[in-house]
């Protein structure tokens, strides 16, 4: 089996998971009795905290000789959380234990993004590919569950995810190359990591470009966290939300796999833009409820809000940093992206959710122009000229 596809199966791994919990864990939750105030703040506490939780863990990660062995172990720990989850013990149990799980399972796959953009740079394949294997996975998450919640109970979202992380973890294990996190196998000490990552947050032109991007990402909280709620109040069944959302990914995965000539042509900093700019169009139609057959073809636009600025986003904080903190360069990007501004988001989503239902996607569009006005200002920037 080629390396690219053992990567692509090992993010299916990963996003066969997320399919699942990032539209239906609100159902699960709301099954078990939680307003959309309180489904809101347990899935923004692991957010809040990730600016600091995700590059902590990423030094942890460069703690070892393996980049892979990180991943295992991270694995094993998320699926024993998600056991714990069963445990009926009330709001402040399913916090606490969904912070856990959460805050690790949000670290794999920036970790897993660092190991496969430098093997993708070293072995001459597109990144987009064994990428866009994990969003079908995504999509299979998506629909799948979908139509089992048409006739079974919201508790079998609990088990998909615990067979999942299983999964992800034995995978790490089998389909991950032995790539050593540092040359000739030589660990920095923590105070060398540590260094690494203080250099980062002092970067104005790295921080620019990851709060821009942060800011486009973070305003899909709304949707993560709400949209299967909303369009259930509109009438429209969990399966056909499912291929809602199905609809969106499967643009994504045609822009990774066959873009890439058009995306390298445009450059990192003009994606960005322009995922800001499909950003603010699609929140604002989504306020206003349009019609199933205005939402499907406005679902595409998920290649722009989402995709585009992932692959800036990635392609931006490779170009500035360095091999020593390169982790913990995604890490933050990763933890500004679904991290504290999404926390902070999707907090609010809950509270706009319960009093003014889709017009909550208003905020989004509101954090949507601020990432786009923060990726005009990278264009003056002249490291991130060609």
């Known amino acids: 089996m080629s390396l690219p596809v053992r990567l692509g199966l090992y993010y299916g791994a990963l996003y066969i998971g997320t399919g699942v919990s990032s539209p239906y864990l609100p159902v699960w939750f709301a099954h078990h009795g939680l307003s959309g105030a309180k489904i809101g703040l347990i899935l923004s506490l692991p957010m809040l905290a990730r600016a600091f939780t995700a590059p902590l863990l990423a030094v942890w990660a460069d703690s070892f000789r393996l980049r892979r062995t990180a991943l295992i172990v991270l694995g094993v720990a998320v699926t024993a959380l998600y056991v ?50 994990g969003s079908a996975c995504f999509i299979v998450g998506n629909v799948g569950m979908g139509a089992i919640l048409t006739w079974g109970s919201p508790e079998l979202v609990l088990v998909w995810m615990v067979a999942a992380a299983g999964l992800a973890s034995l995978c790490a294990r089998l389909l991950l190359p032995p790539d050593e996190v540092h040359e000739a196998g030589h660990a920095p000490h923590l105070s060398d990591r540590m260094g690494g990552l203080k250099e980062l947050l002092a970067d104005p032109v790295f921080m620019t470009a990851v709060l821009s991007a942060g800011l486009i990402q973070s305003a899909h909280a709304f949707y993560y966290g709400f949209s299967t709620l909303v369009w259930k109040h509109q009438g429209i069944p969990e399966s056909l939300t499912g291929m809602l959302w199905a609809t969106g990914v499967t643009t994504e995965i045609l822009f990774m796999w066959f873009m890439e000539p058009w995306r390298r042509r445009m450059g990192a900093r003009n994606l960005l833009a322009l995922g800001g700019a499909a950003a603010v169009v699609r929140w604002s139609v989504l306020a206003f409820s349009p019609p199933l057959w205005v939402v499907f073809p406005l679902q595409t636009l998920h ?14 904080v490779e170009r500035l940093s360095t091999p020593r903190n390169a982790s913990a360069a995604q890490a933050i990007n990763s933890a500004l992206s679904g991290g504290v501004i999404s926390g902070v988001a999707t907090m609010g989503s809950g509270w706009l959710f319960d009093r003014y239902g889709a017009h909550g996607y208003l905020l989004m569009s509101a954090m949507s122009a601020a990432g786009f006005i923060g990726a005009l200002r990278l264009y003056g920037m002249r490291r991130l000229d060609p």
């Not at 402040?92 to 670290?107: D, E, H, I, N």
């Open 84 to 133: 714990a989850m069963a445990a009926p013990f009330g709001f402040a149990w399913w916090a606490v234990v969904w912070f856990a799980a959460s805050s690790m399972f949000t670290t794999m796959s920036p970790l897993t993004d660092v190991l496969v953009l430098k093997r993708a740079a070293r072995d001459g394949f597109n990144y987009g590919w064994p990428r866009g294997i």
């Open 303 to 316: 290649t722009l809000s989402y995709a585009a600025t992932f692959l800036a986003s990635l392609q931006l």
